[in-house]
């Protein structure tokens, strides 16, 4: 019990001793510590961006099926994801609309391909995203787009989104009249929705307009009218599941309809399998990772280098290279903790620039920013214990001459 | 214990005088191997009693600082038989080699302070080595020794911000705050103004003559500190080349080339 005692106290007064020194050498000098924190947040932000964008890759692919005011969607069975559309015949969705428990069901269109808006500055035609619904549906839970619901119900309006990519689609504000697909359009308020890999930017209108700039998509009756999506209401009170099973039962093959977690799911497993680039994300998180060690090996190693003379004293007073060690890793994990709130901080103001810059949903998640800073401090703890072999060459007798 | 070497300080089993410090019988040392092969000591006897003061010199070159280092078991004996403290140091573990040093005090030419550290925290880096240590607190020891050394208004002072003499002192606390059994020294005062100088020679003094009996072994050309010295050993060429005691002015032994 007693040497059980001794021994915590004995190695208590050596760990704090370590972990004064680790601070005091952190510190001394300014130089060293500005290039040390800028080498290590560099790459701590090497990997929050890298982080940052494969989310915005994730996030942007569902962000408009997370908007979806509905329970149940209908959509074509060739459809793989949202962004290469795959159209059907609007009967489809009324049938379904006769069903018991079934409030409403609405079309609502994705256009792509064949929408293309003029820049009002220089006039050059850039393609856009169009989402076209009926107005009083409410299909999308955007408070500025339901509060301007009367004036994008007029012929040739619609609304602009503002973090539609500035450099490709141009600067778009409410008030400006230019071309879609060579058509007449009025921008008459705007919206923030964001972009994602495949859109630059997005116009929301009535499902009527669309059809008047895209007159391909009218069928020779409203029953064939070519839509993206069915998007079903319940009524409360009956089971979600119950009725997407009875609607599955009476569709024909070409579609097929989904909850909206069964949609959100679909739409993340193809990025996931198919086209897996987050893969790439991945590898650039490890290229920060090893960037960042070098960096952390390089300045700990050039400070033990500095003080080898010190250490050597150390050892030649009786301290063991564990002390010495000790100090050196708890140095790297302060370093570690500097850089890391550095970087965080960097990193938010950068999400910002890249979030107004492209539209992509860059936002800070916290599972994300532990991770990086297991990452960090994981980087550094070996960094430290590289740097600290150099203690190794630390000669004693070398200190008499 | 993981941060801490044990400290031997129980009874050597070895069989040995126990008056004396330091007992070499033909020690001899060489650097390198084959062709560049040197040889720096080339049969050293000296016996060195407990509480002595001992000054080595002699020129540059002959292999003072060598034996310094073989009898701060910084390196490993060669050839001969060195007891250091009533332990063979031939017989001892890397392990041992370092918990034994623990009993030594080494004063180095260069003061090597940790730059980042104030004078009292560089001393408390070897205090915390000896925590069981009587005399008050670690931080008082410490305290108590720098005050001892002239330096009460330094204790918190950065060695950068120190006199090269005040850098020195602070070194020696550091060597000494654990009252080791033995100091050893390669020119410790070279820095030192007299007054100074005067200072940490009577600490030595103190400490010689004190209840625990430290020797102390310094290396030297300072003549002030061959008037205060108990003996003066003059190295030639890796042998001891003359062996007199001071205070009695009497020859020990002599040897000549
Ligand atoms: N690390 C070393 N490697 C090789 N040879 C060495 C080394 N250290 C010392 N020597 C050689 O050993 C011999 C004794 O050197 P030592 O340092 O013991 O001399 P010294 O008496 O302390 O000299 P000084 O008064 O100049 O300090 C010299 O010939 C020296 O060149
Ligand atoms: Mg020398």
């Known amino acids: ?167 490709l689609v141009g600067r778009i504000h409410t008030g400006d009249v230019s071309e879609l697909s060579r058509r007449r359009l009025k921008i008459v308020g705007m919206f923030s929705l964001g972009t994602d890999f495949h859109n630059d930017g997005t116009l929301i209108m009535s499902d009527a307009n669309l059809l008047r700039y895209v007159p391909e998509r009218a069928g020779s009756s409203r029953g064939d009218d070519r839509i993206d999506i069915g998007v079903i209401k319940i009524q409360p009170g009956y089971r979600i599941d119950q009725i997407e099973s009875a609607i599955a039962a009476i569709l024909p093959g070409d579609v097929r309809v989904l909850s909206k977690a069964e949609f959100v799911a679909k739409e993340k497993r193809f990025w996931k399998r198919v086209a897996p680039i987050g893969i790439v994300f991945d590898i650039g998180v490890g290229v920060g990772l090893i960037v960042g060690m070098a960096i952390c090996y390089q300045v700990l190693f050039a400070e033990v280098s500095d003080r080898l003379a010190e250490f050597a004293t150390m050892k030649a007073i009786g301290h063991t290279e564990l002390f010495l060690g000790l100090a050196v890793v708890i140095q790297a994990l302060l370093l570690a903790a500097i850089s890391f709130a550095v970087g965080l901080a960097i990193s938010a103001g950068l999400y910002r620039l890249a979030h107004a810059a492209t539209g992509l949903p860059m936002d800070m998640r916290i599972g994300d920013a532990r991770e990086i800073l297991a990452l960090t401090i994981g980087m550094c703890s070996i960094a430290g214990l590289l740097a600290a072999s150099r203690l190794k060459t630390a000669d004693p007798a070398a200190l008499f001459k | 214990m993981l941060l801490d070497p044990k400290v031997q300080i129980s009874k ?43 000054v080595l010199t002699g020129p540059s070159g002959s292999g003072k600082t060598t034996f310094l280092t073989l009898a701060g078991a ?156 108990d003996r003066v050993v003059r190295l030639v060429d890796g042998r001891v080349e003359s062996n007199t005691r001071r205070s009695r002015n009497t020859v020990v032994t002599e040897t000549d080339n």
């Open chain 1, 1 to 167: 019990m007693n040497t059980m005692k001794y021994f915590l106290l004995n190695n208590w007064i050596f760990i704090s001793e370590a972990a004064r020194l680790a601070g005091r050498n952190l510190v001394a000098s300014f130089f060293w510590l500005v290039s040390a924190v800028a080498g290590t947040s560099f790459a701590v932000i090497l990997m929050m961006l890298q982080t940052g964008f494969k989310n915005a890759l994730e996030d942007s692919t569902t962000s408009v099926i997370d908007r979806l005011d509905g329970d149940l969607f209908i959509v074509s069975k060739r459809m793989y994801i949202l962004a290469i559309p795959q159209t059907f015949p609007l009967r489809r969705i009324e049938a379904a609309a006769g069903f018991a428990g079934v409030k409403s069901a609405y079309p609502l269109m994705i256009e792509n391909r064949r929408t293309s808006w003029r820049r009002s500055g220089d006039g050059v035609s850039r393609r856009i995203r169009v989402i076209a619904y009926p107005p009083r549906s409410d299909l999308l839970d955007i408070a500025e787009v339901k509060a301007t619901r009367d004036a994008w119900s007029a012929p040739e309006t619609a609304l602009a989104d503002s973090l539609s990519k500035p450099h």
């Open chain 2, 12 to 54: 050597p089993p070895d069989s040995f005088d126990d008056r004396l410090a330091i007992d070499a019988k033909g020690i001899a040392f060489s650097f390198g191997s084959g062709d560049s092969r040197t040889p720096a000591l080339r049969g050293i006897d000296l016996a060195i009693e407990r509480g002595e003061i001992v």
């Open chain 2, 74 to 229: 910084l390196r490993s004996v060669q050839e001969g038989s060195l007891h250091v403290l009533g332990r063979d140091l031939s017989k001892l573990s890397g392990r041992e080699q370092k918990a034994h040093r623990k009993r030594i005090g080494f004063i180095f030419q260069l003061h090597n302070l940790f730059g980042s550290l104030k004078a009292i925290e560089n001393v408390r880096m070897a205090a915390i080595l000896r925590p069981d240590l009587e005399g008050g607190s670690i931080d008082s020891r410490c305290r108590n020794l720098l005050v001892e050394l002239g330096l009460g208004d330094r204790l918190n002072h950065l060695p950068a911000r120190l006199s090269g003499g005040q850098r020195q002192r602070v070194a020696i606390a550091r060597a000494l705050v654990n009252r080791p059994e033995l100091i050893l020294a390669d020119e410790p005062t070279a820095s030192l103004d007299s007054e100074s100088g005067e200072i940490v020679v009577s600490l030595f003094r103190k400490l010689a003559q004190g209840p625990e009996r430290t020797t102390v072994v310094i290396v030297t050309h300072d003549p002030r500190l061959l008037d205060r010295a």
